[in-house]
Structures are given as structure tokens and as C-alpha cells.
């Protein structure tokens, strides 16, 4: 193997590296991805209420309906709240430019903040269920390749949005404010504040064609042990290229 094939790759895993040694020390991206959603479904496990089965949710209780729901927050919080203004930092800083003109391209830094991010995101995913079955008694996925499916879709798509609010954002403020916009419907079409199998069905067919609607029936599905309706990850598919096409095709590093 040539000596120019070797040196991307060895100039992309030092972009990693350094990029991941960047991440460890800022807290607050690791508390909004792996302790928020935990410290959610902690909040709402303690009400006694959610513990019990719930006849509009199937005869399943509150607490099963949202674990798939703190898993989505975890997404949410890496991809749309913490990723994005760690971009168009950069962006503003003009390291983003100065890359440009280095045999490391600028890619380097994106895909290496998405490997990061997607990372953290599986590790809060691994996280919330864990604490839902030690602490509340949540079964795990019974239909595991439905629901890794249907994880995978959800990943891609959270970050995908997250690259599209970085790629147009002039400065950090922008993309935190854009990121703040979309948060609360996000979570909304998540399942915060009322899980989507329990929203009235005019309501819950607009939100299962939003990403994040669509990724919490699809898990909720495949959490019951059926595989998910291919409605609800075609949706997932559809966003996914979408939101990447988007955010490649309008994507500036300057």
C-alpha cells in the first residue's frame, strides 16, 4: 500500500483521537447525552403511578412506554444539542479553513465528530435500558434485530439533523439557537409529554411521520417483541437520506 493511501487514514485517526480527548473534558455534552435521559426515566420510575399498568397503553405500564422515550432524549441531546456547536465553533474560529489548506480535509473533523457522538449516543441508548430493567422491571427488546434496525435508523438520522443545523450556521449562537428551536418539538414527537401510542390517533399518525415519531413506535414495537411496521422505518429510511443529502449538499467549512 502506497505511502499516500496510508497517510488519510493515519491523519483521520489523530483527528479522532484528539477530537475524543476534546469530548471527555467538556461535561456538559456527556451529562445531556448519558445522565438527562437516565435521570428522566429515575424521575419518572419513582412516581408510583407509572408502575402501574395502564389500560390505554395496552395494559402495559407508563414507565415500558418510556424507555423508548429517554432512549430518543439521548439522540436528541447528541445530535441536535451537543454536536452542532462543537461544528460552527470550529467554523468560527476559522479552523475549519486552516484544515482546508492541510493534507487533513476537513471531513476528517466531521465524520470524526459523528463516530464521537454516535458513540455517546449508543452508550446513553445501553444506559437508560439498563436502569429500566435493574431499577423499574422494564423487559428488554424482545425482537433484538428489529429494534437494533430501527436504533441504527434513529442514530443516523439524529445526527444527520444535527449536521444539517452545523451546516449552515455561521456561529455558535446560531446553531445553538436553531438546536433549542427544534429541540422541544423533537421531544414532543418523541414522546415526552404523553407517549405516542397514547396520543389520539389524528395526532399520532402526523407524529409517526416525523423522525423521531416514527422511531418511538418502531421501538415500542419491537420492545413488545414484534418487528417494527415497515411503515415506521420506512419513515425512518426516508429522513435519514434526506437529512444527509441535506446536510452534505449544503454543507460550508467556511
Same mark, same amino acid.
Given at each position: 500500500?502506497?505511502?499516500?493511501?496510508?497517510?488519510?487514514?493515519?491523519?483521520?485517526?489523530?483527528?479522532?483521537?484528539?477530537?475524543?480527548?476534546?469530548?471527555?473534558?467538556?461535561?456538559?455534552?456527556?451529562?445531556?447525552?448519558?445522565?438527562?435521559?437516565?435521570?428522566?426515566?429515575?424521575?419518572?420510575?419513582?412516581?408510583?403511578?407509572?408502575?402501574?399498568?395502564?389500560?390505554?397503553?395496552?395494559?402495559?405500564?407508563?414507565?415500558?412506554?418510556?424507555?423508548?422515550?429517554?432512549?430518543?432524549?439521548?439522540?436528541?441531546?447528541?445530535?441536535?444539542?451537543?454536536?452542532?456547536?462543537?461544528?460552527?465553533?470550529?467554523?468560527?474560529?476559522?479552523?475549519?479553513?486552516?484544515?482546508?489548506?492541510?493534507?487533513?480535509?476537513?471531513?476528517?473533523? %466531521?465524520?470524526? =465528530?459523528? *463516530?464521537?457522538?454516535?458513540? !455517546?449516543? +449508543? /452508550?446513553? $441508548?445501553?444506559?437508560? @435500558? #439498563?436502569? &429500566?430493567?435493574?431499577?423499574?422491571?422494564?423487559? %428488554?427488546?424482545? =425482537?433484538? *434485530?428489529?429494534?437494533?434496525? !430501527?436504533? +441504527? /435508523?434513529? $442514530?443516523?438520522?439524529? @445526527? #444527520?439533523? &444535527?449536521?444539517?443545523?452545523?451546516?449552515?450556521?455561521?456561529?455558535?449562537?446560531?446553531?445553538?439557537?436553531?438546536?433549542?428551536?427544534?429541540?422541544?418539538?423533537?421531544?414532543?414527537? #418523541?414522546?415526552?409529554?404523553?407517549?405516542?401510542?397514547?396520543?389520539?390517533?389524528?395526532?399520532?399518525?402526523?407524529?409517526?411521520?416525523?423522525?423521531?415519531?416514527?422511531?418511538?413506535?418502531?421501538?415500542?414495537?419491537?420492545?413488545?417483541?414484534?418487528?417494527?411496521?415497515?411503515?415506521?422505518?420506512?419513515?425512518?429510511?426516508?429522513?435519514?437520506?434526506?437529512?444527509?443529502?441535506?446536510?452534505?449538499?449544503?454543507?460550508?467549512?467556511?
Amino acid at each position: 500500500m502506497s505511502t499516500a493511501a496510508i497517510a488519510p487514514r493515519s491523519a483521520h485517526r489523530a483527528v479522532l483521537r484528539a477530537e475524543f480527548t476534546l469530548f471527555r473534558r467538556e461535561a456538559g455534552s456527556l451529562i445531556g447525552i448519558l445522565l438527562f435521559p437516565v435521570g428522566l426515566l429515575v424521575i419518572l420510575g419513582a412516581i408510583p403511578s407509572f408502575r402501574e399498568a395502564d389500560s390505554g397503553l395496552g395494559g402495559i405500564r407508563l414507565i415500558d412506554a418510556y424507555v423508548p422515550v429517554t432512549v430518543l432524549l439521548a439522540m436528541i441531546a447528541g445530535g441536535i444539542q451537543s454536536m452542532p456547536p462543537i461544528i460552527t465553533g470550529y467554523r468560527e474560529r476559522g479552523v475549519l479553513r486552516r484544515m482546508s489548506t492541510t493534507p487533513v480535509r476537513p471531513s476528517a473533523l %466531521l465524520s470524526a =465528530q459523528m *463516530a464521537i457522538h454516535g458513540g !455517546a449516543i +449508543l /452508550l446513553g $441508548v445501553a444506559l437508560c @435500558l #439498563a436502569v &429500566g430493567r435493574l431499577a423499574f422491571d422494564v423487559a %428488554l427488546p424482545r =425482537q433484538i *434485530a428489529g429494534y437494533l434496525l !430501527a436504533l +441504527l /435508523l434513529s $442514530v443516523v438520522c439524529a @445526527l #444527520a439533523l &444535527g449536521a444539517l443545523i452545523a451546516s449552515r450556521a455561521r456561529t455558535t449562537k446560531i446553531s445553538s439557537a436553531i438546536g433549542s428551536v427544534v429541540f422541544f418539538p423533537a421531544m414532543f414527537c #418523541a414522546g415526552v409529554w404523553l407517549p405516542v401510542q397514547a396520543m389520539p390517533d389524528t395526532l399520532a399518525r402526523i407524529v409517526e411521520l416525523t423522525p423521531f415519531g416514527a422511531a418511538a413506535q418502531a421501538m415500542n414495537q419491537a420492545m413488545a417483541g414484534d418487528w417494527p411496521a415497515w411503515s415506521h422505518l420506512g419513515v425512518l429510511a426516508v429522513w435519514a437520506v434526506l437529512l444527509t443529502g441535506a446536510a452534505t449538499r449544503w454543507f460550508r467549512w467556511e
